[in-house]
Structure formats: structure tokens, C-alpha cells
């Protein structure tokens, strides 16, 4: 953590007691001295400016070796920090003091206008349990640095699935399946029938160990089962009991009904619902964690998708053969479910205006369970999306009408089709 911002009086103490080698800082005395300058109510951040270099130097001893590079360091920084708020603080005495004092010293210490910087965020760069922290660590050490890439996954009714590559495709997978299993994380879900003599499937459990972490977290293991979302850990637990408290968190945000859970060290968000009998998950991670894994790891249906022979459809792609053998089909109607095509698209529509692949696996969903849990389920998987993922030109997905194309469309237009009844008919038959 970093070190609290000394207070005016703290500031003006600390320079008062100076040795003979920090003797020039009376130049600057200006700065700090008088609470009624420090006071000012003004716009700029001087003040931020200098209690940031009181921060970087108060612990420096004179007699010590390597004490004129660290205080140049931090000279530098408070010169370029008063630089960045020339404009808010034109007019400001105290900022122009502060400016002439930095100059001073400059003079008086030797030290170079160019060169490197003392960090001023210290937090930062020594938050080994902070996602976050290690990026801007690196930023801060004049690495390149380039935002990090977060991936999205999410699966929810019956079951559709969302992969880190935005693939979108609707699965059986009955019984156990991992979604993730990297060197940080695993993820388990498993797929009860839904209704008698179908294929179709719904998440009743959903199982994630997240692994020990250097001094971050030790392994944690959560469990959720239909009727059963706890807000805590299999031990007990809400948070990682290795390192700070707030590197891994279990946030109750619905009782029994919606948990998230925050990740820090690993820059990692996983939610976890219910809704009706059936358990739906949304999770982002960033790529370099989520692609770490062995080559004995590649069932992964987040990376991976579900295998082809788990497959109804695939990004909404419709073979026209299958199709065209259905047809006559079409007038046959499921026992358990009570909705029609017009039904079932007035239904979802309802929650869902877009006509996009959520809305497409509404229809899908009413049609062959009757069971409108699955329209709110559709709805807030659209939710999640849009608080996880991170492009937003990419949340909604629309089906591909090339045969065989593995795209998405992010632009097609999308009609429900009878050809679609044909299909799920068959499918679940």
C-alpha cells in the first residue's frame, strides 16, 4: 500500500528538520509553510504535487550512498508532475513557489532535467495481488505496454454457450463438462434433461476452484447447485486467506439467487444466477491467463466450444438439407410446451428487443420447454454481456446464413423462421 499524504504541518516539519545536505529545500519553504496557503481552496493539484515529493524523499537519509539519484529522481517527478498543471494553476502563488523552488534544487543538487522518474504512485507498482497493479507496474518501469486483452464466456439456458472467441452455439453436453481449466482457474458445470425423453439440457451445478496464487490467495473452491447459491466458499469463506482480503471476494448482490465474484490478482469477474431451476454463468478474464493452460487441458468449452457431436447449431448456421427433410414436420407440437412460434417470439420480445442470437435462443428455448424462466435467463445473459464483455460492437451476435461459416455476423438481419421449428422439432423429439 502506498504511504498516506503527509499534512501541511507534517510537510513543513519534515523540511524543517532537514540536514545540511537537504538545505536548499529552504528555498521551497514557501510551498508548505503557512496553514492558510496550504488550505486554499484552488483548482490546480499542487498540493498533490508536493506531498507526493515529500512522500518520495522523506525517507532518504543524506549519508547514505545513492541519495542525490533518488532525490533527482524525485525532483524530476515533482517538475514533471507541476509541468502537467501549468494550465489549472496559472496564477496560483503557491504553484509558481513551487516552480521556482524545483529549479533551485535542480541547481543545487546537479541534477539533469532529463532522466529517470520516481514513481508517484508506489501503491501500484508494489501490489503484487492487484491485476491491475501488474500492468501498471510495468507501465511505470518504462516497459511497452499495451491494455490488456479481456476475453468474455458465458453460458445459460438451454444450454447455449458463448466462447472466448464470440462463437455462439446451442449444446447437449448432458452431465459433467469443464468450461475452463487453465493454471489459474477451473470451471465445472453439469447438464440435467430438461423435460422427459429430450435432449434438451439446463445448467443444476456449477463448481470453480480458483488455484493457489503465490502469497495472493490459497486454492478456493465455491460450489453452487439449483436451489443452493451460496455466498461463500466450500470452507466458509468469502475472500482469498493468503494475501489481502480483498485479492478474491464472494459479493452476494440477489440472496440465493445471484453472487459475483472478483478475482483481483488474476483481473478476473465470474457471475453466477438463477433463474427458475437452472443455474447460467458469465465470466471475463484476461487472455494470457485464460490461454495458459497444457496441451492435456483443451476440453475447454470456453476455449474451445462444445464438440461437434454436442452441437444443435452453431452460430445459428441452419443446414438446409436437415431443413428441407423437416419440413413436412412442422405441424407436429411438443406436449410440455405451450407456446407457438408467435407465442414464443411475442414472449421474448418482450425482454428482448434486438432480434439477435439472445432473442433467437429465447424462441429456441419456449419452443421446445415451455418453461419461461428460460426468457429471463436470455435477458440477463444479454445483461452480463453487456457489464463483461469488453467490446461493445460485439455484444449482440446475430446468426451466420453462410452454410458452413464459423463467423459471426455482428449486422445480418434475423427473421424466425419455420425451418427453425422444423429443426428443434427433430432435435428434441
Not at 90 to 107: E, K, P, W
Not at 143 to 157: D, H, I, M
Not at 328 to 349: F, G, I, R
Request: glycine share 8%.
Amino acid at each position: 500500500m502506498g504511504r498516506a499524504a503527509p499534512s501541511c504541518a507534517a510537510a513543513a516539519e519534515w523540511l524543517c528538520r532537514l540536514s545540511s545536505a537537504a538545505l536548499g529545500l529552504i528555498a521551497a519553504l514557501g510551498l508548505l509553510l503557512g496553514t492558510a496557503d496550504c488550505q486554499l481552496q484552488t483548482p490546480c493539484r499542487i498540493q498533490k504535487c508536493t506531498t507526493d515529493f515529500v512522500s518520495l524523499t522523506s525517507h532518504l537519509n543524506s549519508a547514505l550512498d545513492g541519495f542525490d539519484l533518488e532525490f533527482c529522481k524525485a525532483l524530476r517527478a515533482y517538475a514533471a508532475c507541476t509541468y502537467r498543471n501549468s494550465k489549472v494553476c496559472r496564477g496560483n502563488l503557491v504553484y509558481h513557489s513551487a516552480v521556482l523552488g524545483i529549479s533551485d534544487l535542480m541547481s543545487q543538487r546537479n541534477c539533469s532535467k532529463d532522466g529517470p522518474t520516481s514513481s508517484t504512485n508506489p501503491e501500484v507498482t508494489h501490489d503484487p495481488c492487484s491485476y491491475s497493479g501488474h500492468t501498471g507496474a510495468r507501465e511505470h518501469q518504462g516497459e511497452e505496454q499495451t491494455s490488456p486483452t479481456y476475453l468474455f464466456c458465458g453460458l445459460f439456458g438451454d444450454p447455449h454457450l458463448r466462447t472466448f472467441k464470440d462463437r455462439f452455439q446451442t449444446c447437449k453436453v448432458e452431465g459433467a463438462w469443464p468450461l475452463i481449466d487453465n493454471n489459474y482457474l477451473s470451471v465445472q458445470v453439469t447438464n440435467v434433461p430438461v423435460v422427459p425423453g429430450s435432449s434438451a439440457t439446463a445448467t443444476n451445478k456449477i463448481t470453480i476452484i480458483f488455484k493457489s496464487y503465490q502469497d495472493c490467495t490459497d486454492q478456493k473452491v465455491y460450489q453452487a447447485v439449483t436451489d443452493d447459491l451460496p455466498a461463500a466458499f466450500v470452507d466458509g469463506t468469502t475472500s482469498g486467506t493468503g494475501g489481502s482480503i480483498k485479492s478474491l471476494q464472494i459479493v452476494e448482490k440477489v440472496g440465493g439467487k445471484y453472487v459475483e465474484m472478483h478475482a483481483r490478482y488474476i483481473g478476473t469477474t465470474v457471475f453466477i444466477r438463477q433463474l427458475g431451476h437452472y443455474l447460467m454463468l458469465a465470466i471475463r478474464m484476461p487472455q494470457e491467463f485464460a490461454m495458459a493452460y497444457e496441451e492435456s487441458q483443451d476440453l475447454q468449452l470456453c476455449v474451445n466450444g462444445c464438440p461437434s457431436s454436442e452441437r444443435i447449431y452453431d452460430n445459428g448456421h441452419l443446414p438446409l438439407s436437415v431443413m428441407g427433410q423437416l419440413l413436412p414436420q412442422a405441424s407436429a407440437t411438443h406436449p410440455w410446451s405451450v407456446y407457438t412460434l408467435e407465442t414464443a417470439t411475442t414472449k421474448c420480445h418482450e425482454k428482448i428487443l434486438v432480434k439477435d442470437i439472445y432473442f433467437y435462443s429465447c424462441v429456441f428455448d419456449l419452443l421446445t420447454t415451455g418453461d419461461v424462466n428460460f426468457t429471463a435467463a436470455a435477458h440477463s445473459a444479454l445483461k452480463d454481456v453487456e457489464a463483461l464483455h469488453p467490446r461493445k460492437e460485439h455484444w449482440h451476435i446475430f446468426p451466420s446464413n453462410e452454410s458452413g461459416g464459423d463467423g459471426v455476423s455482428m449486422g445480418s438481419k434475423f427473421f424466425v423462421s419455420p425451418g427453425l421449428v422444423c429443426l428443434i422439432l427433430a432435435v428434441f423429439l
